[in-house]
Nanobody, 114 residues
Framework: VQLQASGGGLVQPGGSLRLSCAGS????????MSWYRQAPGKQRELVAD???????NYADSVKGRFTISRDNAKNTVYLQMNSLKPEDTAVYYC?????????WGQGTKVTVSS
């Protein structure tokens, strides 16, 4: 199983980015799909997750600005990020949970700076 994250980059404060994470290989029965981030010198933190029933959960710091969604047919999870702030700068990682096992993507870097 491989997860490929993409969509990161440099954006000005107030801008938007859309991250994607596509799974390949022996993908079946994906339960949770999540996005985490890790800023320099800080621990990795949960940004948002979505269950197989499309129940969503967000970190307080991104509520109202970020939207997580999934396309089961494409084994892909998305993170739409609007109104970006400098404090959103981090490496963003996706995670899939299948049969109780966590699978991580390689990370995509997001830099919010003027």
């Amino acid at each position: 199983v491989q997860l490929q994250a993409s969509g990161g980059g440099l954006v000005q404060p107030g801008g938007s980015l859309r991250l994607s994470c596509a799974g390949s290989g022996s993908i079946f029965s994906i339960n949770g799909m999540s996005w985490y981030r890790q800023a320099p010198g800080k621990q990795r933190e949960l940004v948002a997750d979505i269950t197989s029933y499309r129940s969503k959960n967000y970190a307080d710091s991104v509520k109202g600005r970020f939207t997580i969604s999934r396309d089961n047919a494409k084994n892909t999870v998305y993170l739409q990020m609007n109104s970006l702030k400098p404090e959103d700068t981090a490496v963003y990682y996706c995670k899939f949970v299948m049969l109780g096992v966590d699978y991580w993507g390689q990370g995509t870097k997001v830099t919010v700076s003027s």
